[in-house]
């Protein structure tokens, strides 16, 4: 949802001066972009760039995982926010593509910073009376996530020993 405001940050009905935005919708418009400069990110990371990736094996999980964000920014206050269940299977799947514990939260690290960047860049935009409840809102979502991926991946890693046996 947009609105208009003035100079005064009055809203407007018709025409004004800046367009205001939920978090929420600034997150979802800026999906793609968000992503790119995640990886660029990711990519500078040294410990990270050692496991060879495809664009779609390395970012290939991220549009669930920020449309889960997204999806927790616009419930009602109060409302339980549910597992994300691509996080626990993003968990798996950097297991089974060689990454550490430590690289799993590193990305983990690095989404929150971009996520953080990308609201930094559009703050003509956001809607400040909502910000710090938004941020906040983000940085619980993001680690409940990074919780569910450790927990599949500590789960994964512990049944490959019995695998070979």
């Given at each position: 949802?947009?609105?208009s405001?003035?100079s005064a940050?009055?809203?407007?009905a018709?025409g ?6 939920s978090v929420?919708?600034?997150?979802e418009?800026?999906?793609h972009?968000?992503i790119?400069?995640w990886?660029?990110?990711v990519?500078?990371e040294p ?9 779609e094996?390395?970012?290939g999980?991220?549009p669930?995982?920020?449309h889960d964000?997204?999806?927790r ?5 109060g ?6 269940k ?23 690290r ?12 559009n703050?003509?935009?956001l809607?400040?009376?909502?910000l710090?409840?938004?941020?906040v ?26 695998k070979?046996?």
């Open positions: 949802m947009a609105k405001i003035g940050g009055t809203v407007k018709t004004g001066a800046a367009t205001i935005e929420a919708d600034i997150l418009r800026e999906l972009s968000l790119t400069d990886l660029i990110r990519e500078q410990d990270l760039g050692r496991i060879p990736l495809s664009y094996d390395r970012t999980h991220l669930r995982l920020l964000v997204i999806a920014l616009r419930l009602d206050v409302t339980k926010a549910t597992i994300s691509a996080a626990a299977e993003h968990g798996e799947l950097r297991l089974k593509q060689g990454y550490t514990v430590a690289m799993a939260v590193q990305e983990s690095l989404l929150q910073v971009t996520i953080f960047s990308t609201l930094q860049k703050a003509s935009s809607e400040f009376g909502l710090l409840p938004d941020v809102t983000i940085a619980d979502e993001v680690d409940a996530q990074l919780k569910e991926q450790m927990l599949r991946f500590m789960a994964a890693d512990a049944a490959k020993p019995a070979g046996k």
